[in-house]
């Protein structure tokens, strides 16, 4: 469908350039680490982004084995590959190309994520998304979005816009929830650009937000000019401005994804996020008594 340009009268500026860390996770698991700790408070309610991404099956062939969760979502978006989740609450499901996996950890769940593939490229994205004090001792939810239920829409210029949450040019998208229900509102794009084009998106002027570019290069274009976001570059964007315009070339592509601060005190503890210290503490001996969850 043909999306509406909207007017972006005050466009949001780049405020700063992040470079990833690579590590390894789960059972070796190679990706880099875009959002970390410390940049939390600054990208509330965003608690981390990571991107995997190989052809060789070492950096990926162990994957991640039974784990813990509490306090949060986790938003597993997959390029290319095909992974398969189980959990103790019961949820099972195969996230492969173009898919989406979310998950709400709410008050404890195991769960593992291993590949189903011996070779080729895995590709994708995993976003945790803080929930508010009050939901975070809910119960476990998940939901497996295949590639052919996120919305795509096509701007008069021709860029291709994946709608996974929130709401693009009046294209809502697969994670649409109510805001006293989902209070962070989140947005979530994949956008790809076609040609020399410019893509604008409104934004909540109380949203944090940032661009995560994984093919090729783009501009944001903010009031005194424009910002190159090289590839594999986090731009996190100025907390002024009614939206963003950005600029890109054929192949470029991005990640767009903004949301409400929730202005919570933040306890993290490896995989499990909360609110106080002593919360942590619970967290980690419902864990180790196999409570968690329960």
């Known amino acids: 469908m043909q999306g509406m340009t909207l007017p972006i009268q005050n466009p949001r500026a780049v405020a700063q350039l992040v470079a990833g860390r690579p ?3 789960g059972a070796g ?54 992974m398969r989740h189980k959990d ?33 490229v895995m590709e994708g994205f995993q976003l945790w998304l803080n929930l508010p004090s009050q939901q975070k ?7 497996d979005i295949q590639s052919h239920e996120v ?10 816009v994946r709608v996974i949450a929130g709401e693009s040019h009046g294209t809502a998208g697969a994670m649409h929830r109510l805001p006293k229900d989902f209070p962070s509102n989140p947005l979530y794009l994949d956008v790809h650009f076609s040609g020399d084009q410019v893509f604008t998106q409104a934004l909540p002027t109380s949203h944090n937000a940032f661009v995560y ?14 910002h190159t976001v090289p590839l594999q570059r986090m731009a996190i964007l100025a907390n002024a401005g009614d939206g963003v315009v950005l600029r890109g070339q054929a192949g470029s592509k991005l990640l767009l994804i903004s949301g409400q601060p929730l202005h919570e005190p933040i306890a993290q503890h490896g995989p499990f996020v909360m609110n106080t210290h002593q919360e942590l503490v619970q967290a980690v001996q419902d864990f180790q008594s196999g409570r968690l969850g329960r």
């Not at 965003?46 to 986790?74: A, C, N, V």
């Not at 001792?137 to 939901?143: G, S």
Request: aromatic letters at 8%; one cysteine or more.
């Open 23 to 25: 590590t390894r996770d």
């Open 29 to 82: 698991v190679r990706l880099t680490r875009v959002l970390t700790a410390d940049l939390q408070q600054r990208l509330d309610p965003f608690l981390m982004l990571d991107q995997f991404g190989s052809d060789d099956p070492k950096d990926y062939g162990g994957g991640f084995p039974d784990h813990p969760h509490r306090g949060f979502e986790t938003v597993t978006y997959m390029i290319a590959g095909r």
């Open 88 to 120: 103790s609450a019961g949820h099972e499901g195969l996230l492969q190309n173009g898919g989406v996996q979310w998950m709400t950890a709410g008050r404890g769940v195991v769960h593992s994520e291993m590949p189903e593939q011996e070779d080729g």
């Open 137 to 143: 001792m809910c119960a476990p939810w998940y939901r």
């Open 151 to 160: 919305p795509e829409m096509t701007t008069a210029q021709g860029v291709l």
């Open 213 to 226: 570019v994984y093919r090729g290069q783009v501009d944001v274009q903010g009031p005194q000019g424009h």
